[in-house]
């Protein structure tokens, strides 16, 4: 119960970070070449400044939803720890 729980707290969080974390680094590069980034079209725009927004505000459902089932391997966890082993007095 608990692997199952630990596998609902840290796959979602590890699929959020791979996510998050190649976009964030091509804004970051785009910015430092002196370009504003197109996050709708994913590409950096050396002429027009381009609007800014959250992952969390483009990704609302993915993020909730990995935030929920991080939240539910939780409580398996706590449960797993917590519920009584078989065979032991």
Do not use: W
Not at 10 to 38: H, K, N, R, T, W
Not at 43 to 59: G, I, K, V, W, Y
């Amino acid at each position: 119960m608990i692997r199952i729980g630990l596998l609902l707290l840290v796959a979602p969080c590890l699929l959020l970070m791979g996510l998050y974390m190649p976009e964030q680094s091509s804004v970051a590069d785009c910015i430092a070449l002196g370009g504003s980034y197109d996050l709708e079209q994913q590409l950096c725009d050396q002429e027009n400044s381009h609007p800014t927004s959250t992952f969390m505000a483009r990704h609302t459902l993915l993020v909730n939803s990995a935030m929920l089932l991080a939240l539910l391997g939780f409580m398996v966890c706590l449960i797993g720890l917590y519920r009584p082993k078989k065979g032991v007095e």
